[in-house]
């Protein structure tokens, strides 16, 4: 690492590839995203190395991979650029009327279906040269996401916050019933008896074939059968629809679905808390202009969807 009399020997534009190609990981996206041909890239990542003496990215068979001595750098590199673009070179003004930015949010598949059509309204009436860019974030990757700059926003179900991170409540979520009442040959309310009964689709970003809902059976004495174990929420209404087994979703998207599938909604026999679905930032983007006025707009819609009743 240079010394800082000797920065005048090294090209600090170089910082700006290395935050974009550790948010890519791909010289190929990382290159389209600069607007710069691969090889240009390649070669900027040649000259990285060697600035840095590390690697920095490895080639693995799921994707390029940052080292540890990349990872290290991640906060000081993306520190210093969000303080040149904010503090020396942005302009501290924000006019969502003739702006045209892009904004990258990651977000769930349910927490998109529940808010983003509200959001996108919003956006686009005050701000209609603004674009929205969704990503689909985990809890562990969204907080990376927002520390490399990748994203500027994340929404969905962050329980612990990371450091560097601030969060707000959006909005309350319970779980419910969805189901097919003619495939199943039954109609809501359901008793815990029907729902033991039914075999079950069960939503799991992680795969495991085991859930909230099966811990709170055991303490009732009870368990199910999940035949089916998917990490999309989004796909379960349509393996619902004319099959007889039943599924508990988030509130919000069954309501949002149930209709348009042909499908019954009702509570989940079982004393289950739900959760809260939260709004994530990094703390160098709190006093953004841009940044204030996204964040206002989500938590206006998640505030009125918090207020709609429960079934």
């Not at 210093?80 to 904010?86: K, N, P, V």
């Amino acid at each position: 690492m240079p010394q800082p009399d000797d920065l005048r020997r090294y090209d600090l534009n170089l910082l700006v590839a290395f935050d974009i190609l550790i948010a890519e990981r791909s010289v190929t996206a990382a290159a389209r995203r600069m607007g710069v041909g691969q090889p240009a890239m390649s070669s900027a990542l040649a000259r990285l190395r060697e600035m840095f003496n590390d690697t920095l990215l490895i080639r693995t068979p799921s994707g390029m991979q940052p080292t540890a001595r990349a990872l290290e750098l991640v906060g000081p590199v993306t520190r210093l650029l969000a303080g040149l673009r904010e503090d020396v070179f942005g302009d501290r003004n924000f006019n969502p009327g003739t702006d045209t930015r892009s904004f990258r949010i990651g977000i769930s598949d349910q927490a998109e279906a529940a808010l983003m059509q509200d959001i996108l309204h919003a956006v686009r009436s005050a701000a209609p040269g603004v674009r929205i860019i969704a990503r689909s974030v985990e809890m562990r990757l969204g907080a990376e996401l927002l520390a490399t700059g990748a994203i500027d926003l994340a929404i969905g179900y962050f329980p612990e916050v990371e450091a560097g991170l601030e969060v707000a409540t959006l909005y309350h979520e319970t779980f419910v019933c969805l189901f097919d009442a003619e495939a199943c040959g039954i109609r809501p309310p359901l008793s815990l008896d029907d729902y033991t009964a039914l075999p079950h689709i069960l939503v799991s970003l992680r795969g495991e074939p085991f859930g909230h809902l099966d811990e709170l059976l055991q303490k009732a004495s009870r368990s199910r059968f999940v035949f089916y174990t998917t990490p999309h929420f989004l796909a379960v209404p349509f393996l619902l629809h004319g099959f007889r087994a039943i599924a508990a979703v988030p509130r919000r998207l069954a309501e949002n679905c149930a209709d348009a599938a042909g499908l019954s909604i009702c509570p989940v026999p079982l004393p289950s808390d739900g959760y809260d679905v939260r709004m994530a930032w990094h703390r160098r983007t709190a006093l953004d202009p841009a940044q204030t006025w996204l964040r206002n707009i989500v938590t206006d819609v998640g505030r009125r969807k918090d207020k709609s009743r429960p079934l």
